[in-house]
């Protein structure tokens, strides 16, 4: 993007002032480099979302944003339901919270190093991951909407993981507010047999060791220590999610019309909060949530298993288990006013700042953990919320490198055995049911993680606690 | 159907589908096709066993989304691929038949599964010559 289309704000805020119908400024938090990289389609959607009703503050985009539907991915925006603010099932996306969760295994580096291999063929037989594969676990009609109204509670409650857990997942591991029955027979059919499997695409459970610390405190109070091993699992709502994305964008599209809503692109479908459709969606959504939340408690639990067989002193605590796609609603200071709003964040983690009300107690005073997923084969990264961050974007911060490069184009460029190979040249194994999976992942069609984030620790929407270097890759 | 085709556009994080046929049918046979490449080489899947499918909207565009929908619902619940597609559309009702076979993963080697199809570039259009394109771009 030309850098001229917009006022900047500082090195690392971009503004585009209202035009045409656009209600509120989008601001784009980016350096200048990464600014050019990005799609011209980011501006043209943040825009659109600034015209969306009830919009509140400014459309932002993160620094990995990136061409989504209808929503940047990447984007943040806030509606005020007393302000006739709308809720948008494309502002959430299809993975429905889709997200990573962290646990620390108190290992050192070598101790891993020795059984690495092992441990990359354990988790890759514990852990489905992939097209067409199925979890052990298959639910009745009735267990379902237990799952649905419970999250991480329901699957604590069946056995999987430590009651510890609960506290350092968002929400406390369950999401109020859901509704069972705004979900359809389709979308339960899709989940049936997909509790804790991992899925495809850019989900990925990875071993990674604590390479560099940045915030000593913060660090500290995460319990990251260098040379340390943790795992992070990145996975989503699976089928659940996508149908309950697919049914709502096709009813909010058809519905926008009957409640005055002028798309300028049907992607943008939305509902005014207090409308029928708008609260139907909002239980289905936040069952989607709870939907995500178990499934990842599952995979934790699954994980621990392993680690359990073959480092029987690891103890793995989970450190945080954070969301990008969701709509939530939250109260934020709004010109010295204390307003409840439904903040979208699609591709983007919530970053709550220290003192934060909804922080677990041991946590409060370093802020919100943000996990921020890198590429195979590059690093990912732990950020803590800032205070900043709430006056900026809603108390919001990047989700990961985000892509530089179509799938299409990384195929061409890359051969998924190379990629295997070269990553174990580098001491990283990866394990994957699929080479032209890994083809298209490849570390090279991402943005620099690294930039993405020190961009957001510039700008103040999270700051550098801890990088992280992987070790095992189990891609889905 | 002769000359029919598909093929992929670039999306930065998804992948464009773009079907075109001498009919709507054809091209919407077409794009199916090109969903079937976002997870395996198509002319890998064993077109084995047939399944039935039905959908309709108010106009193509709706009911392209609606189509493509059907297919990855019926993908997803029977973890099935599909590698051939016979379409009719009779007034915004679409009746098709897919055959496939089981998802191998060892034989298939699948890439990524579509989570749905979005408005995202969404357009179908017949040209002057009369031949039908259609096109959107899938979440995977």
């Known amino acids: 993007m030309d850098p001229s289309r917009f006022t900047r704000l500082s090195d690392y805020a971009w503004q585009v002032e209202p035009f045409g119908a656009m209600r509120v400024p989008a601001v784009i938090f980016a350096d200048e480099a990464l600014l050019r990289a990005m799609d011209d389609k980011v501006f043209e959607q943040a825009t659109n979302v600034a015209a969306l009703p009830g919009i509140v503050k400014a459309a932002y985009a993160m620094p990995d944003a990136h061409w989504g539907y209808g929503f940047p991915i990447g984007g943040v925006a806030a509606f005020d339901a007393e302000r006739g603010g709308i809720v948008s099932a494309g502002g959430v996306g299809f993975d429905i919270s889709c997200g990573v969760r962290c646990l620390l295994t108190g290992l050192r580096r070598d101790e891993v190093e020795d059984r690495k291999a092992d441990l990359a063929d354990a988790l890759f037989a514990a852990i489905p991951a992939g097209v067409g594969s199925t979890g052990a676990i298959s639910l009745n009609p009735v267990e379902m909407d237990e799952m649905l109204a419970g999250g991480a509670h329901w699957a604590l409650n069946r056995g999987y993981g430590e009651a510890a857990d609960l506290a350092r997942i968002e929400e406390g591991g369950r999401m109020a507010g859901a509704d069972p029955s705004a979900v359809s027979a389709k979308a339960k059919t899709r989940q049936r047999d997909e509790m804790g499997t991992l899925g495809s695409g850019n989900h990925y459970l990875e071993v990674q060791e604590v390479c560099e610390v940045f915030d000593p405190a913060a660090a500290e109070a995460f319990g990251l220590r260098p040379g340390e091993v943790v795992v992070s699992i990145h996975c989503g709502s699976r089928g659940l999610g996508h149908q309950i994305g697919t049914e709502y964008l096709r009813d909010m599209a058809a519905a926008a019309a009957r409640y005055g809503i002028r798309l300028p692109d049907r992607e943008l479908a939305c509902a005014p909060i207090d409308s029928e459709i708008g609260q139907r969606y909002l239980g289905a959504m936040r069952a989607g949530i709870n939907c995500a939340l178990a499934n990842r408690q599952i995979l934790g639990h699954f994980t621990r298993q392993v680690f359990g067989r073959l480092f029987p002193r690891a103890r793995l605590d989970l450190l945080f288990d954070v969301s990008h796609n969701t709509c939530k609603v939250e109260e934020h200071d709004i010109d010295g006013a204390r307003r409840r709003l439904h903040v979208h964040r699609k591709g983007a983690t919530r970053a709550f700042g220290p003192g934060h009300p909804d922080l677990p107690e041991d946590l409060r005073a370093a802020g919100q953990p943000v996990l921020i997923g890198g590429s195979m084969g590059t690093e990912s990264w732990v950020l803590a919320g800032t205070r900043a961050s709430e006056a900026a974007a809603f108390g919001s911060a990047c989700h990961g490198a985000g892509r530089s490069m179509s799938r299409h184009a990384a195929t061409r460029q890359w051969a998924g055995r190379q990629i295997v190979d070269d990553l174990r040249e580098r001491g990283i194994l990866v394990r994957s049911p699929s080479f032209r999976g890994v083809a298209e992942e490849a570390p090279g069609a991402y943005k620099d993680v690294g930039a993405v984030v020190e961009a957001a620790h510039r700008a103040g929407l999270a700051r550098k606690v801890a990088r992280l270097r992987p070790l095992v890759c189990v891609k889905g | ?140």
């Open chain 2, 1 to 140: 159907m002769t000359g029919a085709t598909w093929e992929h556009f670039p999306h930065e994080a998804d992948v464009g589908l773009r079907g075109r046929g001498p009919t709507l049918a054809a091209a919407f046979e077409q794009v199916a096709v090109a969903m079937t490449a976002v997870v395996t080489d198509p002319a890998g899947v064993r077109t084995a066993s047939a399944v039935a499918l039905e959908c309709e909207a108010e106009d193509p565009e709706l009911l392209l989304i609606e189509w493509l929908n059907a297919l990855v619902y019926e993908m997803a619940t029977r973890r099935m691929l599909f590698g051939r597609y016979v379409v009719s559309i009779d007034a915004g009702r679409l009746n098709a038949t897919a055959w496939g076979e089981p998802v191998d993963v060892a034989r298939h080697q699948p890439a990524a599964e579509v989570k749905g199809a979005t408005y995202t570039a969404l357009r179908v259009v017949q040209d002057t010559g009369g031949w039908w394109t259609a096109e959107c771009v899938v979440d995977v």
